[in-house]
Nanobody, 124 residues
Framework: LQLAESGGGSVQTGGSLRFSCVASGRTSIPYCMGWFRQAPGQEREGIAA???????RYSDSVKGRFTISRDRADNTLYLEMNDLKPEDSAMYYC???????????????????WGQGTQVTVSS
């Protein structure tokens, strides 16, 4: 499975961005798909995920501001980010794994496939 993100950029505090992640290759099986971010010197953290059954997961840091969604017909994962803050600045990655992640949804080691990442910079 190959993943390709797009949509990063620079915004001011309070702004919005929308990410897309297009999956190609073996898309016929269900995947848990998630969004992760990594700031310099910090560990990669999971911020949102859609389980194989459609269940949605959010980290406390983005709940209420970010929305994850998936278009199965287009094999595309989205992340709508609103009310962005400087602490949201990071490299953002989409990820996928064919297994259900459940309580491990936010742990990057449990995902097999990764996109190349896209940078977000939020200025105050």
């Amino acid at each position: 499975l190959q993943l390709a993100e797009s949509g990063g950029g620079s915004v001011q505090t309070g702004g919005s961005l929308r990410f897309s992640c297009v999956a190609s290759g073996r898309t016929s099986i269900p995947y848990c798909m998630g969004w992760f971010r990594q700031a310099p010197g910090q560990e990669r953290e999971g911020i949102a995920a859609i389980e194989r059954d459609g269940s949605l997961r959010y980290s406390d840091s983005v709940k209420g501001r970010f929305t994850i969604s998936r278009d199965r017909a287009d094999n595309t994962l989205y992340l709508e980010m609103n009310d962005l803050k400087p602490e949201d600045s990071a490299m953002y990655y989409c990820a996928a794994d064919p297994a259900a992640r459940n309580q491990f949804w936010a742990h990057w080691r449990y995902y097999q496939y990764w996109g190349q990442g896209t940078q977000v910079t939020v200025s105050s």
